[in-house]
């Protein structure tokens, strides 16, 4: 009866470990993100052990991984009813809450399965551990990090020595945004004084560094993952998903790596049809996405984005437009990317009428993106949508909100705002820029070429003659540069000086030096030499004088003896005749 006993003991013993032993397979599965498997291990656990509440509450977060909310919910209401509502069964159904927005009714069914747990006054960390992945799940909109964190910290504090809890604190932590960056590095550094080779910590800190695009950082610790475990596929796809942009060569090496160590799944299609997109390969992606699509993968999610990328290279714009804006409309804000929004707006851009939506997507993108160097592309990108539609105004204010967002404007940025603001007609703002280019680039061209842009563009029928200092400003700089190189510019330059002094200042003196000028870079132009002579005679006619008025400073003229002459003399060279004597446009 003894030796009985003790069989039926040991038999009990190994059925409860055998079965202990395929729910931790299939959670194996779930870590290294092979779903298929994982799957399929914990459906079969379930089906030969079903009261297995564990099991189950595994295979329902294998469905939510897949995306698969409907089945997670049947799954765990069917367990609900049939085992009295266990602990790990109402965090499961809270979670599912969580996702669809229901906070309050979430956090009843958390409360109440802590209540449930409860072992000598003390709470079950299982549940707690559960209570912070449900948190730690979706867009940082949805449920409530602060809460899961409080819980993660407690279960930690009740038994330590686990990595696992530490990756869901970090996510939490990394939802709360702010300034909990440093706290989400730390629980994923915690996780490796615990486990040193634990690869989903390294794949997680990849992750922040990857989000600041740090790339020696991200690379680093994505290939410390796979040093860790070489088997781990997020790390092998994190690193394609780089290379692929760069280097296609490398990014296959990546793309095989990942292939073999992940399920036979659409996952894998999908990156594969990727590869062949990135390759330059668009019919034979596009093949593959149609074919993806006739078949058991036509529900998987990026499948619209794939097809999107290869009609537009192909050529098919409206395909294009309808399967990213598909995509864009159904999908969980989470799950869009900024490439995805930057695309949908580049397409839609270049469809005539489609800049309006191409706006309203990059404005979207940009609410839910904090990455500052995302940012600037957002912007800088709604401002070129606005160039397009000659929206000046508006082009002027993306570029000016991106300017005073980046925090070391490159001279592009500087000079690309105050052209912007030119074409604006918004002087004071480019007359701003154009001269915080002058003063941290004074050895280029581009300050002083915009500042004499700005005063002529003000001084729209020349009869101000306020541009004079800032054209000679721009003249001077250029005979000190290269007076070869710029001689068309400076001969045009000189032009202009010779119209505004000779005929809105009557400095006739003022006039025969801008001549000067120009013979030195252009000797036998007929039209200087023409002018010099007309210019002359004038002076010599009012007794040698000829400076009838004078400006200062400002360009503002001074009153002075009326000139004498006739009218006709004052009128000495016009704009259209010096710009044709040098035989190229004006370019001031």
Known sequence: MKHTILLMSIGLLLSMGLRAQKTEDGKKFLYSNRLVSAKATLEKTVANEPKNTEAIYWLGQTYLMMDNIAGARNLYQKAALEFSSQPIIQVGLGHIDLLEGRNTEARALFEDAIAKSMSRKKENPVILNAIGRANADGATTVGDPAYGVEKLLRSIELDPGHPEPYIDLGINYLKMGGDRGGDAYKAFNNALEIDPNYAAAKYRLGKIFLSQNNI??????????????????????????????????????????????????????????????????????????????????????????????????????????????????????????????????????????????????????????????????????????????????????????????????????????????????NYGLADSMFNKYKAQYPEQIYGYLGLAKSAIARDKDTTAGTAVAAVQDYTNYLEKTDTAKYKSRIFQNYAYLVYVHANVFKDFPAALHDLEGLLAVDPENNYAKQTSEQIKKIIASQGGKGA????????????????????????????KGATKASGKKSTT
């Open 216 to 425: 020696d950082k991200f690379i680093g610790y994505f290939t410390g993952a796979l040093q860790s475990d070489s088997t781990y596929a997020p790390a092998y796809l994190e690193l394609y998903n780089y290379y692929a942009l760069r280097d296609v060569n490398k990014a296959r090496g990546y793309l095989e790596k990942y292939m073999t160590n992940s399920d036979k799944d659409c996952n894998v299609d999908f990156f594969y049809g990727d590869y062949l997109f990135r390759s330059g390969k668009y019919q034979e992606s596009l093949d593959k996405a149609q074919a993806m699509q006739n078949g058991l993968c036509k529900d998987y999610p990026r499948l619209k984005v794939l097809l999107a990328y290869n009609y537009d290279r192909l050529g098919d714009s409206n395909r294009a437009k309808e399967n990213i804006q598909a995509y864009i409309s159904k999908s969980p804000a989470d799950k869009i990317t900024r490439e995805d929004y930057l695309f949908a707006a580049t397409v839609l851009g270049n469809i005539t009428g489609g800049e309006d939506s191409a706006i309203s997507y990059l404005k979207t993108a940009l609410a839910r993106d904090t990455a500052r160097a995302t940012r600037f592309v957002y912007m800088d990108t709604i401002a070129g949508l606005y160039k397009k539609m000659e929206q000046w105004d508006k082009r002027v204010e993306w570029l000016q909100r991106s300017f005073e967002a980046n925090p070391n404007p490159s001279n592009f940025d500087i000079y690309n705002l105050g052209d912007a603001a030119l074409l604006a007609q």
């Open 548 to 575: 009838a008025g004078k400006q200062d400073n400002a360009g503002e003229k001074k009153s002075t003896t009326k000139p004498a002459g006739k009218k006709s003399a004052t009128k000495v060279a016009g704009k």
